[in-house]
């Protein structure tokens, strides 16, 4: 099995900064790294960088950006960690993409905590890709969602339109 | 969706003993509960104690009534925690249900610990759960595979015979 | 023995938060409780919440009420949790207190990161509390310093001018 | 401020093996070198292992080894990780020695763990090694106890006679 990992920033890779004053927070090496590290796979993945951006701060050219790599990997199974704050606006960009299974997760604590849900997020992207016909997909929140069907309730958890 | 989780001991579930001497370990409260809690599903998982046990140490009984508790339950998808010495053999045992999904899924590390791949397997396991046909299925080491399919390498890792 | 422990914000207390946008934090609950049940201490310790700021953002009025309530604890041993930026400022304020042995101590990265400093901090201003003349200190660093000794060098590191 | 860590094994230092089947732990590099890591001492520490035992495996030899490395390092501040188990039995040996300020401390759970008292423990040791007279001393549960005044209560917990 090839997977190919896509990061693009967002609170799973945020760090605490060494220089910055006050509450920032800042974007560093994908957590999928570790987290992968930890999870010992018995295949060798694949990690991409293609921004380090909280999601409030992806512009257009950014998720072009994003589009060409999904396009010209040949891998087609692909999982991007992603800002949950626009993760549906990436996801639709994505769509037009009908020959590959791409899985959009995060996290709502960076990975750096010790409560994060991040490695469970991951966790379900790698579970999920696999098996999932062709489509773009979020998961978050215990789900694997299909993007246009998925939304945000009010206490932020994405959950299903049906 | 419904999702049963039993829990059944081994490494996953270790913590280190208040009251015993030396190296041992013992089994407490399911991480389930714990890695749940942190991945704030939007649904609301059901989990069971089946047993406590290493399980180098689960017998026969304690096989015949693990596959009794996934019987009786109504929902479909199962996801069970297992200590990975024997959790082919108790695949094998549960094999004679046939509509069902069941996914076993461990530790190599406790959930206890920093550096665990619980959470990522348990997340494993939740993100194939919902697609995967009927059947007995391992979740270890970054893939999930059907059991009769599966066995351990040289270096412990479940890895797919084909 | 008996430790008063304040709380006054910082980043050791640092949580991500639910509801918020972007890359800001939120302080919460003081993490010497957390940290102090994990020690189990044979004391009861005494915790005690001054106010929940970044420490950019004390003002005098609120030194003042730090400083009132360090006069008023009965205790002589007081531990003050505190952002690191304005430390030593907090410190000058308090070293008219000359019958009571304060440490203040923070962290450089949250107590819920898994790779905190803060629990060896803490860990520090308590074996020193106890022990240490009357004075105002600073234990940042793997060092206890008397704060009019103290300063940050260019990498941020607390460390004594002598 | 110089000070040697000095690592003898112990609950601190367990992680989990990969190799052997059932309950057991193995001890593994020093957890002063992870603690010490993500405090940032601007100190410069020294690591030496003497052994990597549980501590009920300590034998005379094996303490007689411990005293003649205390008795040889240069620096006058020694922290020693031990098994809580025999560790007052090794303070007793080390007592003879009587110009230098030696700390013995460990943990209840192993560093490894996410609530460790490991880097508390640590840190205590490092607060009061520059102060405290010469003299064996037991850091643990929030206290810093000369070994000779120092003795378990029945939940474990290591308390001052007087």
């Not at 605490?16 to 993945?45: D, M, Q, V, W």
């Not at 206490?155 to 339109?161: D, E, I, L, R, T």
Request: charged share 25%; glycine share 6%; hydrophobic share 40%.
């Amino acid at each position: 099995m090839k997977i190919t990992f896509i990061q693009t920033g967002g609170t799973i890779d945020k760090d605490y900064p060494k220089t910055k004053l006050g509450y920032a927070f800042e974007i560093t090496a994908p957590a999928a790294h570790r987290i992968l590290e930890n999870a010992n796979p018995s295949f060798k993945p694949e990690v991409i960088t293609a921004f380090r951006k909280d999601s409030t701060e992806i512009t257009l050219v950014d998720r072009r950006k994003l589009l060409k790599i999904c396009k010209d990997t040949k891998n087609n199974k692909i999982i991007i960690t992603h800002g949950t704050d626009t993760m549906l606006l990436s996801a639709k960009v994505l769509s037009v993409i009908k020959d590959k299974t791409i899985i959009l997760t995060g996290a709502m604590r960076p990975e750096k905590f010790s409560n994060s849900d991040a490695p469970f997020n991951l966790g379900m992207a790698v579970g999920g890709v696999k098996v999932l016909p062709y489509g773009v997909y979020i998961a978050m929140h215990g789900q694997i969602i299909p993007w246009d069907l998925c939304w945000r309730n009010a206490s932020g958890q994405f959950v299903s339109k049906v």
